[in-house]
């Protein structure tokens, strides 16, 4: 099992022989619910040791090990009309949710709620579930394997994904996570979870530094909050949670945050400690969406309705980090009023730069990673003053790519910066990568949070999305100019007559 890309590309390879499964995205969707099935029928094992009157939230004759993991097995049209007739409907609506395993069951059937088996093909399905009963998930080493294959399921869903739909490298949320510090009992939300980066990156982080018994342990697995709207990142981010030591992620759940509630609707029980979160941007919200939020607030970006859930959901004292493009700093009209809300309720002690290519080769906008703590109304406006800190390329690297990611240790330098927010981060200092200004100086750039590096001459910039929203720009002040002379001309002519 050494050669994870191997294993990927040879079950994808069969599943590209059925002529049921078409494109990357379903091939994806279906080695995923397989590998759902197998993940947690092992686990179940794994607990049947632990727990003498274990009852398993699922039949007996639907149970992985009783239909899949025979290699002579059920096969042919026999395997395709089991799993389309009896495995799907009873996954998807029929288990029973109430009584001691209704919380495992309901996990299932949200799992399971907009899966579907594409292929039609028994034999190639039996083949494709043969290669992964190979894998066993209870093994240390297999387990770790799986962690490679997780990875390479997430670069297949990168590249057949939509726009706006990029998943957080690793380097950056094991960052974020380290920054802002989850305390052990401390609740914990990504409201646009994804494949469950960031949650998953914060489980081990308490796990190493403050999970000390099993009431630990307990006071973690209650910690962790997520929220994703569409099925297959969902159905991954429940995957992982079980791959780390959750096995009943009732708290992953499969809906749109954005439209579950009105925004006024959102009370002090919905509130938490900690929030990050990289949600989408780029993208629309559907027709409808918007009217959640105040008039003041509306819009059909999605990353902006995020942000303003996000001020919204923290307590008072709660800390958060979200991850937003450059338009996001330098937008006009909501994404004023937005930023002058986060100024207002919010401590937003810094912004974190990066450089292009973070995303790379998905995407080349180039993102920032905003960190803020709400405060109480009798401390508003909460910002005094912004620090800004660009994060350069390492020494030798001009650009990010498959094969030369961004590392965690890239951080270090930002890391013995820091400081702490307990005294005003005081021991920071201006340096060739960071630098602050005053909630006065914002203001009078009308909340433009585009700063470039005071420290650094006048450059050409070269990224893409960048130049065409300059061009969009003057583009628009030329057609100003354009309508500004006919008016004059108009009026000259008239005058002439």
Not at 40 to 48: F, K, L, V
Not at 412 to 424: F, H, L, P, Q
Request: charged fraction near 25%; aromatic fraction near 8%.
């Amino acid at each position: 099992m050494s050669n994870v890309s191997g294993v990927i590309k040879s079950i994808q390879d069969l599943m590209r022989k059925d002529v049921g499964v078409d494109g990357d995205a379903q091939r994806i969707s279906q080695l995923v619910w397989m590998f759902f099935l197998k993940i947690y029928d092992d686990r179940e094992a794994e607990i049947e040791l632990l727990e003498d009157n274990y009852k398993s939230p699922l039949p007996e004759h639907l149970r992985w090990r009783n239909w899949a993991s025979d290699p002579e097995g059920i096969t042919g049209d026999a395997l395709n009309d089991f799993v389309n007739l009896q495995l799907f409907p009873t996954l998807k609506a029929k288990l029973m949710v109430s009584g001691e395993a209704g919380k495992r069951a309901l996990v299932i059937r949200n799992v399971f709620e907009d899966a579907y088996n594409y292929m039609k093909s028994g034999t190639l399905m039996r083949q494709v579930i043969n290669k992964i009963c190979e894998i066993n998930f209870n093994n240390t080493e297999d387990r770790h394997t799986f962690g490679s294959i997780y990875e390479q399921i997430l670069k297949d869903l990168q590249s057949a994904g939509n726009a706006g739909e990029f998943y957080t490298p690793r380097a950056v949320t094991k960052f974020i996570v380290d920054r802002v510090d989850p305390k052990l009992e401390e609740s914990v939300l990504d409201p646009a979870c994804g494949t469950g980066g960031f949650l998953s990156c914060t489980i081990d982080h308490k796990r190493v530094n403050y999970v000390k018994n099993a009431d630990d342990e307990a006071a973690l697995v209650a910690s962790i909050h997520g929220v994703e709207k569409k099925s297959l990142p969902h159905m991954l981010c429940t995957t992982n949670m079980i791959l780390h030591g959750i096995d009943t992620p009732t708290q992953i759940e499969h809906d749109n945050m954005l439209s579950r509630r009105a925004y006024k609707d959102y009370g002090d029980a919905d509130r938490v400690n900690v929030i990050i979160t990289n949600p989408p941007f780029g993208g629309m919200e559907e027709d409808g969406v918007e009217n959640q939020f105040p008039a003041t607030l509306r819009t059909r970006e999605t990353a902006d309705l995020f942000m303003a859930l996000v001020v919204k959901l923290l307590k008072n004292h709660g800390r958060a980090a979200v991850v937003l493009p450059d338009g996001f700093l330098f937008g006009e009209g909501m994404k004023t009023r937005l930023k002058e809300m986060l100024l207002k309720q919010c401590h937003l002690h810094t912004i974190v730069r990066l450089p292009n290519g973070v995303f790379n080769p998905y995407t080349g906008i180039k993102t920032n990673i905003l960190f803020f703590t709400k405060k109480p109304e009798s401390e508003w406006p909460a910002t005094r003053e912004v620090w800004f800190y660009e994060h350069p390329y390492p020494e030798g690297i001009t650009s990010y790519n498959k094969t030369r990611p961004m590392q965690v240790e890239e951080f270090a330098t930002e890391c013995a910066w820091w400081g702490s927010e307990a005294d005003g981060f005081a021991a920071r200092v201006e340096t060739p990568q960071a630098w602050k200004m005053s909630l006065e100086a914002l203001t009078e750039r009308n909340y433009n949070l585009d700063v470039k590096n005071p420290h650094i001459g006048e450059q050409i910039n070269h990224d893409p999305e960048e130049l065409l929203t300059q061009y969009q720009g003057q583009q628009q002040n030329i057609q100003t100019l354009r309508d500004q002379l006919k008016t004059i001309l108009a009026a000259a002519l008239s005058g002439a007559r």
